[in-house]
């Protein structure tokens, strides 16, 4: 897939590898058993704590900004005695310094958690959810419709997911609504492709076999047999979708594609509007949302790792 | 093999024609008139009537769209819209060249950092190296390539003369300095695809270290480095092999905030540019080329894993 694709590695693997448990020789109580066992792991998992801790500070971030900073995103930074504050390197009185206008970078780059922290969770949720059912359907009745799903599928992976996303974005142009759905369309054909495979894998399996045999419709197989022993697929597929979310946003972002109804801050227009300034060594308004930006991306992907870890133990 | 091979190349085929109706529907389906927008608010009727016969509006879709396939057939697009006289062909040409440069330049350090990181951290299983390695690896992936690009200009290229903040050397540069142009936009695609790759070849490894094949070899005397050379390898890097070929259409095309950051003239700059100003011809020729770069590119990692893997390429022969 174009779409970067470190996914597709997790999400392979994990097809690949996932335990597969016949829910019919697993009694409830079982299963039970099983995912409060693979909790206790997750929650015991350093890179999972470190994950949720910097997730944690950046929701904490986007929604209650004006606790954490004391100026403004748009705010000029003056000292004591009413001089401005300019493109001034990091100090006690600016701790990130200050752009070239005056603006407190430490401040923007609280308020930026906001933008990104709206569009990728909503994208990445929407594509999994349609992806989900549209991989359900194909992987479970096969046949014509599956192969020519699966071409449309191969089709979008063939061009990469930012190139196709700043094609509809300039053509449709970018309100927060289109770029959410722009992003949650052109995610969903790699997660249906993810979960297509699973329920191919699923469906061989003996339990589906009996459900046929006892006369129960595809929609009941899908939704109360299958779907249950695919959630663990699902999950790490929500959580590795939103590291892409993520990633798209910010670099849609710094390549000037933002909701026209614009937020006061946003890290990827940081980074776009000064890392020209990095020759002259004023690395500073680019450089700390650059890390902001860094640190979510790692810190959901850790997130996803030790999910994954942990369903499979 | 030929069968597979003819295979192989029917579905690439009908996924690029997928591809180019959508590329025919995007400008039909924008809201207002296309033709308005590329020629501006203040163009006269005639320009409005001469942009809209050239992008073909008048057409019904189905003939739009197979126009568009003979434009792919005789990679002939037109001229662009914006940079008047130039034609799409040659803006790609020079484009495809200037990513071809990067992209080669960063595989080579990219591909043997990270496979001989993957093999390493496969041999010492569950060691500190192999933890630090896949975990420093997972960690990196996927931080946007810009988001790396600044970072490595902020702290590499201001303090230290060799490393440049642009990627684009002087004209008639030697190779040298081309190479060490290029050197930073290289390492941010390294930064990128560490983890994924070393994943994928530990992975490979793996597997390839507990099959039955495997302890033959051993039993049979050989050294380690013979195992690895003549057993492990060669079915380990299939995994490596495939996904490095799904990547070469992202790097060719996906790789525009990094072109920006390093303000470098590759195939996503221009294709950038082109939905910036509209230029559909432009648009068209680009997506299109970084399509068939990818087909190409999948095409021949499955060849050259067939080639790895008699057992693979007996069954997909035989499947189709």
């Given at each position: 897939m174009t779409d970067l694709p470190h996914a597709e590695d997790l999400t392979a693997a994990t097809v690949f590898e996932a335990e597969i448990t016949?829910?019919?020789?697993?009694?409830?109580?079982?299963?039970?058993?099983?995912?409060?066992?693979?909790?206790?792991?997750?929650?015991?998992?350093?890179?999972?704590?470190?994950?949720?801790?910097?997730?944690?500070?950046?929701?904490?971030?986007?929604?209650?900004?004006?606790?954490?900073?004391?100026?403004?995103?748009?705010?000029?930074?003056?000292?004591?005695?009413?001089?401005?504050?300019?493109?001034?390197?990091?100090?006690?009185?600016?701790?990130?310094?200050?752009?070239?206008?005056?603006?407190?970078?430490?401040?923007?780059?609280?308020?930026?958690?906001?933008?990104?922290?709206?569009?990728?969770?909503?994208?990445?949720?929407?594509?999994?959810?349609?992806?989900?059912?549209?991989?359900?359907?194909?992987?479970?009745?096969?046949?014509?419709?599956?192969?020519?799903?699966?071409?449309?599928?191969?089709?979008?992976?063939?061009?990469?997911?930012?190139?196709?996303?700043?094609?509809?974005?300039?053509?449709?142009?970018?309100?927060r609504p289109v770029i959410i759905g722009t992003i949650a369309i052109l995610f969903t054909p790699v997660v249906a492709r993810t979960i297509r495979a699973a329920t191919l894998a699923e469906a061989q399996l003996d339990y589906v076999t009996s459900a046929k045999m006892r006369g129960e419709n595809g929609f009941f197989i899908i939704t109360r047999e299958i779907l249950p022993n695919i959630t663990n697929i699902i999950v790490v597929e929500l959580t590795v979708r939103l590291g892409f979310a993520i990633f798209t946003v910010a670099t849609l972002a710094f390549l000037g594609i933002v909701a026209d109804d614009l937020t006061d801050a946003d890290w990827g227009v940081d980074v776009s509007e000064n890392y020209e300034q990095i020759a002259n060594d004023v690395w500073w308004p680019t450089v700390f949302p650059a890390l902001a930006i860094a640190s979510i991306v790692i810190a959901v992907n850790l997130i996803a790792d030790s999910i994954d870890k942990a369903t499979r133990a | 093999m030929l069968r597979y091979v003819l295979r192989r190349l029917a579905l690439s085929l009908v996924t690029l024609l997928i591809l180019l109706i959508v590329i025919t529907l995007i400008p039909n389906l924008a809201p207002g008139d296309p033709a308005r927008k590329i020629a501006g608010a203040f163009a006269s009727p005639e320009r409005l009537q001469s942009v809209t016969e050239s992008l073909g509006l008048d057409d019904s879709i189905p003939e739009q769209f197979i126009d568009l396939i003979g434009d792919v057939v005789t990679l002939d697009f037109g001229d662009s819209f914006t940079r008047p006289g130039q034609s799409v062909f040659g803006l790609v040409r020079a484009a495809l060249w200037n990513s071809f440069k990067l992209v080669l330049f960063a595989l080579a350090i990219t591909l043997p950092i990270s496979i001989g990181a993957?093999?390493?951290?496969?041999?010492?299983?569950?060691?500190?190296?192999?933890?630090?390695?896949?975990?420093?690896?997972?960690?990196?992936?996927?931080?946007?390539?810009?988001?790396?690009?600044?970072?490595?200009?902020?702290?590499?290229?201001?303090?230290?003369?060799?490393?440049?903040?642009?990627?684009?050397?002087?004209?008639?540069?030697?190779?040298?300095?081309?190479?060490?142009?290029?050197?930073?936009?290289?390492?941010?695609?390294?930064?990128?695809?560490?983890?994924?790759?070393?994943?994928?070849?530990?992975?490979?490894?793996?597997?390839?270290?507990d099959a039955d094949y495997t302890r033959t070899a051993f039993m049979k005397g050989l050294t380690t480095r013979q195992v690895f050379r003549r057993h492990v390898l060669r079915n380990a890097l299939q995994p490596t092999v495939a996904v490095t070929g799904t990547q070469l259409g992202y790097l060719f095309g996906g790789l525009v905030g990094l072109e920006f950051v390093f303000n470098y003239p590759g195939l996503g700059r221009l294709i950038l540019d082109a939905a910036r100003g509209a230029d559909y011809p432009v648009l068209r020729g680009g997506v299109v080329t970084v399509a068939l770069i990818y087909m190409l590119a999948t095409l021949g990692a499955d060849l050259i894993i067939a080639w790895m893997n008699p057992r693979a390429r007996l069954a997909q022969g035989g499947e189709g």
């Open positions: 016949d829910p019919d020789e697993l009694g409830g109580a079982t299963r039970k058993q099983i995912r409060r066992e693979q909790r206790r792991i997750l929650f015991r998992s350093p890179a999972f704590i470190v994950g949720v801790l910097i997730v944690g500070f950046w929701i904490f971030s986007a929604l209650f900004p004006g606790v954490l900073s004391t100026w403004g995103p748009k705010d000029f930074v003056t000292t004591d005695d009413g001089a401005a504050l300019v493109r001034e390197p990091p100090s006690s009185d600016a701790w990130f310094g200050t752009d070239r206008v005056g603006r407190d970078v430490y401040s923007r780059v609280i308020h930026g958690a906001r933008p990104v922290l709206i569009v990728a969770p909503v994208a990445a949720a929407i594509a999994v959810a349609a992806g989900t059912l549209l991989g359900l359907v194909i992987g479970y009745y096969k046949g014509w419709v599956d192969e020519l799903v699966s071409r449309i599928i191969e089709g979008f992976l063939s061009v990469p997911v930012i190139l196709l996303a700043i094609i509809v974005l300039f053509t449709f142009g970018s309100s | 993957g093999i390493w951290a496969a041999y010492k299983k569950d060691s500190i190296a192999d933890r630090s390695i896949v975990t420093v690896g997972l960690a990196l992936s996927s931080i946007p390539e810009f988001v790396s690009g600044v970072i490595l200009q902020a702290f590499l290229a201001v303090p230290i003369a060799f490393f440049k903040v642009s990627a684009d050397p002087p004209p008639g540069a030697s190779l040298a300095t081309n190479l060490n142009f290029l050197l930073l936009p290289a390492l941010s695609v390294l930064i990128v695809y560490f983890g994924y790759i070393a994943r994928i070849t530990r992975a490979g490894t793996i597997t390839s270290l």
